[in-house]
């Protein structure tokens, strides 16, 4: 469905991404892991066209991506969840959620993506006219998810999404994003530090090295990898 | 009493005009971060667009003066596009300090364009009678149908761009560009497209609040944007800048309490500072102004 072919992406002199060329097949969670600083979110920020790619080519669905503007992308089934959700913060949950389904036209779907979102996050329905600034750290994750969700992606990109969460709600999140991939088909790429988790729930995975893919394969193999365990699974 | 309240339908006329400015100062902050100072020159325009139009109509109509306004604010939604596209896009991205230097340019440029005098020259011209004009006397208060067309023309638009700000997808966008561009791109707007309707849309307001200005004040010349165009900014920053309705109370606050000094024996001659003593005053009490708020941020 997605396929980045030697993707280079670079801030100034920097080069943040250099050469990754990964596949995400339709229906598929896969994960890019990697650390701090690896070019994990640039490379979903090129694919979002947030940022400029330097080279390479990413295609979707057989249709070139570099060089779209954002909203072409989105229009183009590409939902992408931020890192640091960016959520409207002055806008109520309400507000967000529409906001997400800026470019349906049809008020009958999205009355049923609306419905669809609260029967994965039921917490964001309690908390409808509630000031999204004022939602708890999960709690923003969900709506930022849910935000994304309104558009009607074919495909979504989630950058960290455990990031900052206690433990407990990032199984909570994790489920839901299992459960959004099994019932409604949508195919996932998932950025995540917590490879072990990401690990878990994704079928392929990707480990960035300074902006490098220094390795892939199928994550139940990855799991057990001892380069791996040494390196982000804490031995 | 008397003298107050006429004091307070002159104050809210000018006011109203202020507003008019303040607003495209507001609306632009709000989506770009930044002050555009050409605006006080899209507003010359405006009425420099007003003067060119009116003396080709017949005067003393209600539709030779609306004409004259619909040009005057379309002329100037063109202008403040044709501005946005070749002079701040390119420079979208870098250093505040450089986008705000150049807008000081590209109003220097404006001015001396029109003073020109293949264009306009630097002699003001008596601004014609577009609009039919008749004085009023309410109670002893002295209204002349121009002040009573800014009031109303002024309302209009303002309730006309609250309706557009909160009630149509274009809103919506400008709003989300607004609050985060990046998450505005994030689902579906085409922040370039926002940015420039926001430009129309603040100027063809400027280039209303020209032909007003000058219907009342009736010289136009090339830097007749100079003092009006500060003062609508201090007016915006008095509101809280990026508050829609906050450009509008701030505009009508400057407004009257300038008219209020100008009428009084001892102070009319501070007039003018009066209105910068409010600017340094609210940057030293409460520089959110009025109805500007901090944004809340969670990481």
């Known amino acids: 469905m997605l396929t980045v072919t030697n993707l280079t992406v670079g801030y100034g002199a920097i080069t943040a991404v250099d050469g990754v060329s990964l596949a995400v097949p339709a229906g598929a969670i896969v994960t890019l892991i990697g650390g701090n600083g690896a070019g994990k979110t640039t490379t979903l920020r090129a694919l979002s066209g947030l940022l400029r790619a330097r080279g390479g080519s990413a295609t979707f669905d057989g249709a070139e991506l570099t060089g779209l503007a954002p909203h072409e992308i989105v229009a183009r089934g590409l939902g992408h969840v931020p890192e640091g959700r960016m959520i409207f913060a002055n806008l109520t949950v309400d507000e967000n959620l529409r906001m997400g389904a800026y470019l349906v036209r049809d008020a009958a779907q999205v009355a049923a993506t609306r419905e669809r979102v609260f029967g994965l996050f039921p917490r964001l329905r309690e908390r409808l006219r509630q000031s999204a600034g004022t939602l708890s750290g999960g709690e923003q994750q969900m709506l930022a998810i849910g935000r994304a969700l309104m558009g009607g992606p074919k495909f979504l990109m989630l950058d960290e999404p455990s990031l900052g969460l206690a433990p407990q709600l990032v199984g909570a999140i994790f489920e839901q994003i299992v459960a959004i991939n099994r019932s409604q088909g949508l195919t996932i790429l998932l950025v995540e530090q917590n490879a072990r988790l990401a690990l878990e729930v994704s079928s392929y995975a990707y480990v960035l090295e300074s902006g490098r893919i220094v390795m892939a394969g199928p994550s139940t193999e990855l799991r057990n990898d001892p380069r791996l365990k040494s390196a982000y699974l804490g031995g | ?299």
């Open chain 2, 1 to 299: 009493m008397q003298e107050f309240l006429q004091q307070l339908v002159n104050g809210l006329s000018l006011g109203a005009i202020y507003a008019l400015i303040a607003l495209g100062y507001t609306m632009v902050y709000g989506v770009l971060r930044f002050i555009n100072f050409a605006h006080s020159e899209v507003f010359m325009v405006g009425a420099m667009t007003g003067w060119a139009v009116g003396r080709q109509l017949p005067q003393g109509t209600w539709w030779g003066g609306l004409v004259v306004l619909g040009a005057a604010m379309l002329v100037c939604a063109l202008l403040g596009m044709t501005i946005e596209r070749l002079v701040y896009r390119p420079l979208r991205g870098t250093a505040t300090l450089n986008v705000l230097i150049t807008a000081i340019g590209v109003s220097l440029l404006l001015q001396s364009v029109f003073q020109h005098p293949r264009v306009f020259g630097a002699t003001p011209q008596l601004f014609p009678p577009v609009f039919p004009e008749r004085n009023f006397a309410l109670g002893g208060v002295a209204l002349s149908s121009n002040q009573l067309v800014v009031i109303v023309v002024a309302a209009l638009l303002m309730v006309g761009l609250e309706l557009v700000v909160h009630r149509t997808r274009l809103g919506m966008a400008m709003r989300a560009v607004a609050l985060n561009p990046q998450a505005a791109q994030l689902v579906g707007v085409n922040i370039n497209a926002v940015i420039a309707l926001t430009f129309a849309l603040g100027s063809a307001l400027a280039g209303a609040g020209g032909v007003l200005y000058a219907l009342n004040y009736p010289t136009v010349e090339p830097l007749m944007g100079v003092m009006p165009g500060l003062k609508a900014f201090v007016a915006a920053v008095l509101g809280g800048i990026g508050s829609i309705p906050g450009a509008a109370l701030g505009g009508l606050i400057l407004g009257t309490v300038e008219t209020f000094v100008g009428g009084s024996a001892w102070l009319s001659t501070y007039k003018d500072a009066i209105a910068f003593a409010v600017l340094i005053l609210i940057l030293l009490c409460r520089p959110t102004g009025l109805l500007g708020r901090v944004a809340p941020e969670k990481v």
